[in-house]
Each structure stands twice: as structure tokens, then as C-alpha cells.
């Protein structure tokens, strides 16, 4: 899809736990996430490929794909975008170009065990700030 999809209701997806195996705590997520930078940017209007009629020139936040990849590979998948109007063609194999695409919804578990990990330092250092308040 090139363009933007608007829906009513509620997106979700599998997560049954019959479904999986190796189930480990996820953890070290807060230095992985503090390595990343978060970028404003404008996206480029000078592009042949279809990258949605509302982005180009659009300004914009987010990440950017080659700066995570090294960090969190498993966030980023090569996809291919159509050049401008040969979507619909057939015969347009070679009127496509990889680009890096990033799965942001699985920040989503690193974000809150990285949330969890900061609110057990935040309580850790509470309970030390009123031991030394309190003289004990």
C-alpha cells in the first residue's frame, strides 16, 4: 500500500502463547533504546517512488532506518516501493527499488520493558532518598 490507511476499530495480532517456544523475559531493552536517535526530518519531494501523496515535502519524526538497524535489526526489513505510476502496471518488474522499512509497533515491548526498568531504579532510589531523609 503506498498511501495511508484509516480504519475504524481495533488492529491486532496474533499472541498466543501455544504459538511460541523459547519464552524468555525480554531485558536490556533501556541501553539499546537509549542508543537511538530520534530524528525530525522533512521527507524528500524529488523522489521517483511512491512514497504516499501526503509525505513528499511533509515535515515529520520518527527514526531512521540505518541508524536503528545496527541496534535493532530485527526492527528493520528490506520492501520494495513501485516507481510513481506503475503500480497498477504488470510489466513493471524493474520499476520497483528496495528500500529499508521499519516495524515500528515492536518498539512497542522494548519501550515498556525499558519503562519498567526506569520505574525500578525511580523506586530504588526513593526508598534510598528516605533512608538518608530519615537518618536510618
Known amino acids: 500500500v503506498a498511501g495511508n490507511i484509516n ?3 481495533a488492529s491486532s495480532d496474533v499472541s498466543d502463547e501455544r504459538l511460541k ?3 524468555t523475559p525480554l531485558t536490556g531493552s533501556l541501553e539499546k533504546i537509549k542508543q537511538i536517535e530520534v ?3 522533512e521527507w524528500r519531494d524529488d523522489l521517483e517512488y511512491d512514497i504516499g501523496e501526503e509525505r513528499p515535502g511533509q515535515k ?3 527514526f531512521i532506518a540505518q541508524q536503528v538497524e545496527p541496534i535493532l535489526p530485527e526492527l528493520i526489513r528490506p520492501c520494495n516501493i513501485h516507481k510513481k505510476g506503475t503500480f497498477e502496471n504488470k510489466d513493471t518488474k524493474n520499476e520497483i527499488k528496495e528500500f529499508k ?3 515500528y509497533e515492536k518498539m512497542i515491548p522494548l ?3 525499558a519503562l519498567q ?3 525500578k531504579t525511580i523506586e530504588e532510589l526513593k526508598q534510598r532518598i528516605e533512608v538518608l531523609e530519615n537518618g536510618n
Open 117 to 119: 526498568e526506569q520505574q
Open 39 to 41: 530524528s525530525n526530518f
Open 21 to 23: 517456544r523459547n519464552i
Open 7 to 9: 480504519y475504524t476499530g
Open 60 to 62: 515529520d519524526w520518527g
Open 101 to 103: 522499512f521499519m516495524a
Open 111 to 113: 519501550l515498556t520493558e
